[in-house]
């Protein structure tokens, strides 16, 4: 969703978004080995969902500012077939690698042309 205001010069987004993650590969060993005819499995039980929101700035022609801002939630969920199992060293519930809950960044561009020489 996207709202401008002040004669195009602030822009404002949101976005929701919901993803299931399929083919995350696992290693079976243990007591993980029962639930199936293989050595690895396919877990296809993570989930990450979250906001985006984002404002974009000219308050001059020369001038331009961007921000966002992205709120996430990963975690894994319970291996196909099993009840609250999730292959070591993972747990049930436990968020998913490199994935930060919370991250943005600001950007302010300027023409070489307006700033000051030394």
């Not at 001059?60 to 999730?86: C, D, H, M, P, Q």
């Not at 993972?90 to 690698?97: A, D």
């Amino acid at each position: 969703m996207e709202q401008k205001l002040f004669h195009d010069r602030l822009a404002l987004d949101a976005t929701y978004f919901y993803n299931r993650f399929y083919d995350l590969i696992v290693t079976l060993g243990g007591s993980l080995s029962q639930l199936g005819l293989f050595q690895t499995g396919n877990i296809a039980n993570s989930r990450a969902r979250g906001a985006e929101f984002a404002a974009k700035l000219r308050p001059a022609r020369w001038v331009f500012v961007t921000g966002w801002y992205t709120r996430l939630k990963s975690e894994i969920l319970s291996l196909n077939g099993s009840a609250n199992l999730a292959p070591a060293p993972f747990q049930v519930g436990q968020e998913l690698l490199r994935r930060p809950a919370d991250s943005g960044a600001l950007v302010a561009t300027l023409p070489a042309a307006k700033l000051p020489r030394t």
